[in-house]
Nanobody
């Protein structure tokens, strides 16, 4: 079955950087889009960044210019490089499997377990 495992969260001071990783297994990773979401305390989960199977990217306005999503298909891994972190970036970050690039492959609902990012002021 599909498994997504995040890592790389932690405590960082405002202005600092972190890189999150999400390792996927159980799928043909290269054909699936991937996304990073986050959920802050008391708030709804929100989309942070997405990357297609062809490596096109999109970002939430709140992180544009600070965060970069990328993927390494050889390692079945998607990354989120987070720079210039702000206290309001504090949240649990989740990776999510996106749609496949072809209808020949199934759409699957899969989330990672989440990794906590805490940004201190």
């Amino acid at each position: 079955q599909v498994q997504l495992v995040e890592s790389g969260g932690g405590l960082v001071q405002a202005g600092g950087s972190l890189r999150l990783s999400c390792a996927a297994s159980g799928i043909i990773f290269r054909i699936y889009a991937m996304g990073w979401y986050r959920q802050a305390p008391g708030k709804q989960r929100e989309l942070v960044a997405e990357i297609t199977s062809g490596s096109s990217t999109s970002y939430a306005d709140s992180v544009k210019g600070r965060f970069t999503i990328s993927r390494d298909n050889a390692k079945n891994t998607v990354y989120l490089q987070m720079n210039s972190l702000k206290p309001e970036d504090t949240a649990v970050y989740y990776c999510k499997l996106g749609p496949p690039s072809s209808g020949w492959y199934p759409r699957l609902d899969a989330w990672g377990q989440g990794t906590l990012v805490t940004v201190s002021s």
